[in-house]
C-alpha cells in the first residue's frame, strides 16, 4: 500500500521518530489515508506505521492536542452529511397548503376582474408601483401592485409559485401569519424597489411576495438550524439554498430582476423576526390565525379603496 510515509514533501512531513503520539489507529486502509489528509491539511507532522492491531497515524507529542481538534472537527462534519434530511416542522393548524392554493385562485380571479370584467376602471394607473409616486405618499402602491399581472401568462406563473412557496410558509407558520408575513415582506419589497430607482419605474406582479415567500423560508430554516447545530453549516446553506432559488426563477429576461430581489431580502428581514419569535413561542392557534388571514384580505382591500378613491 502506498501511504503518505512513502513520500517525503511538505504536505506530508515526517514526525520524530523519538517523540511519536498514537493519533489514530485503524484496520481499515481508507479510513487511514482520510485521517492522514486531514492532517495534511492543517499542516501536521505525521507518519504512517503499520502495526498488528491495523494502521496507525502518528505525530508528534506536541502536535497532540491539535489532531486530536482536528479529527473531531472532521468526525462531527462526517455525522452531519450522513445525517437524514430533516423537513420543516407543521403547525397543528389545518390550511397550510390550501393558503397557497387560495393566494393563487385570488390573483387569477383578480386578474380576470380587471382586464375582463371590470375592465373600465383604471386599476393599472391607481394600483401599479410607480416608483415616483410611491415615494411622494401614493404608500398603497406597494400592496396594490401585488394583484396586478401584465397578462395571463404572467399571473398564472405567479398562482403556481403561491401554491408551493407561500404553502410551505403556511405549513410551517400556520395560514393567517403566513399570509400577513408575506404580504408585508411582499410589500417591502414594493417599497425597497421603489427607493432604489426613485423614478418613475413601474413595476407590478405577486412575484415579489413570492419571492418574499422564499426569502422567508429561507431565514425561518437558517434560524432553526443556527439555534440548534452545533456546526452553523447547515445553517448558511438555507441561505444559500434560497439564493439558488432566485437564481433559477427570478432572473430570466422580461422580469423585473431588482423587484424580485427586494422581495427576496425583505423576506429574510421578516423571517429572521418570525424566526426568533417562533423560538420564543408556538404559532398562533385557529382563531388567531383566522383573524390574520381576515387581517391581511382587509388590508388588501384597504389599499384597493385608497387607490380607486
Known sequence: ???????????????????DHVAAVSPNEREVNEVAVVHAAAEIRYRIEERPAGWAILTSAADASTSARELREYAHENEESRRPFEPLPVVGVRGGWLTGVVWAVAIVVFHLCVTTWFAAMPWYERGASNAAKVLHGEHWRVVTALTLHADFPHVLSNAVACVLFVGVVARWLGPGLASLLVLLAGAGGNAFNAWLYATRH????????????????????????????????????AIAASLGLFAMLGTSIKTDVMAHLAGLVAGFVVGIGAAAW???????????????AGSSAAAVVVCWLAALR
Open 1 to 19: 500500500m502506498e501511504t503518505p510515509h512513502d513520500q517525503d514533501s511538505p504536505a506530508t512531513p515526517r514526525a520524530d521518530a523519538t517523540d
Open 278 to 292: 417562533m423560538r420564543a413561542r408556538k404559532a398562533p392557534g385557529e382563531v388567531a390565525q383566522a383573524v390574520l
Open 202 to 237: 413601474i413595476s407590478l406582479g405577486a412575484s415579489t411576495a413570492t419571492f418574499a415567500a422564499v426569502g422567508l423560508l429561507g431565514a425561518l430554516q437558517f434560524g432553526r438550524l443556527w439555534s440548534r447545530a452545533p456546526s452553523r453549516r447547515p445553517a448558511w446553506l
